[in-house]
């Protein structure tokens, strides 16, 4: 299809199947597309947690766009990042000492987990990372010497844990954190200032000197909301939260029944 020239693709709930892989089909589609059209893989997975996607599907070549836009790495080198400063993490630290739900933080190649409890070994299973145990007090201590932050904070635990832990952020930092509530039981934290959309638009007008308009794009859940919304084709599977088809261009079948490999089948007319 002449008119796009650029796949971006979220990963979870949209691109792998039942077992958490990418389908026979998945596989021969894109690692055939993408001789003529880049294919990107966008999420709010960590690096190491997409790479291996890209060496299976023939795109390790390409951008990645991580932690939902907070990094975009080009080449093997990070040109984008954005991260949740350190002393909202403390304040985040200090209001869970009561609630002790699950607090994972990311920056970088680093994840790190106050213990290898149930969550932990979930996200283990479902990313194929392993995670470095460290209590966050110390994981901070060293930040505010070194002067980082966190690409990403996921709090894994109980619903009304969670609640209590999305009211607090958004009474306190409404103009710095995005809060994304992908489940009853996750809320994933990113800086304010990044999205899947702006990385898109960072990739597109730095890198590959294309349009949103010339852009596909797959996704599922609410931090694809703007990206699905902004590109030329914005495509939800089927399972997408209800938000979401409601502002697509096009579904596509359930993510795990090949949805996205279907339809990129018919839209590039691929044999």
């Given amino acids: 299809m002449a008119r796009y020239k650029i796949v971006f693709s979220d990963i979870d709930g949209t691109l792998l199947n039942k077992d958490r892989e990418l389908s026979p089909l998945t596989l021969q589609v894109i690692r055939q597309l993408q001789r003529e059209v880049p294919v990107v893989l966008i999420s709010s997975r960590m690096p190491q947690a997409m790479q291996h996607l890209q060496q299976e599907l023939h795109i390790a070549h390409q951008p990645l766009i991580c932690y939902n836009g907070a990094q975009v790495i080009i080449e093997g080198e990070t040109r984008s990042s954005k991260e949740i400063p350190w002393k909202t993490i403390d304040a985040l630290h200090a209001f869970n000492k009561t609630l002790d739900c699950h607090l994972s933080v990311y920056n970088d190649t680093d994840w790190f987990v106050p213990a290898m409890d149930f969550w932990a070994k979930r996200e283990e299973n ?14 901070l201590e060293d930040w505010e010497h070194s002067e980082k932050g966190a690409h990403k904070i996921q709090c894994m635990g109980e619903p009304e844990k969670i609640d209590a832990i999305e009211k607090f952020l958004a009474g306190h930092f409404p103009d710095q954190l995005h809060l994304y509530r992908s489940k009853d039981t996750y ?7 990044v999205s899947k959309l702006t990385a898109i638009k960072m990739l597109l007008s730095s890198h590959f000197k294309l349009s949103l308009e010339e852009s596909i794009a797959f996704g599922d859940n609410y931090n694809d909301y703007e990206m699905l919304k902004a590109v030329g084709l914005g495509v939800a599977v089927g399972n997408a939260k209800s938000e979401i088809l409601e502002i697509a261009k096009q579904v596509a079948k359930h993510g795990k029944e090949d949805g996205v490999a279907l339809s990129l089948k018919e839209l590039f007319n691929l044999s």
Avoid at 126 to 139: G, I, M, Q, Y
């Fill in 126 to 139: 479902n990313t194929k990372v392993t995670p470095v145990v460290r209590p966050l007090a110390e994981v």
């Fill in 187 to 193: 809320l994933e934290i990113a800086n304010k200032n």
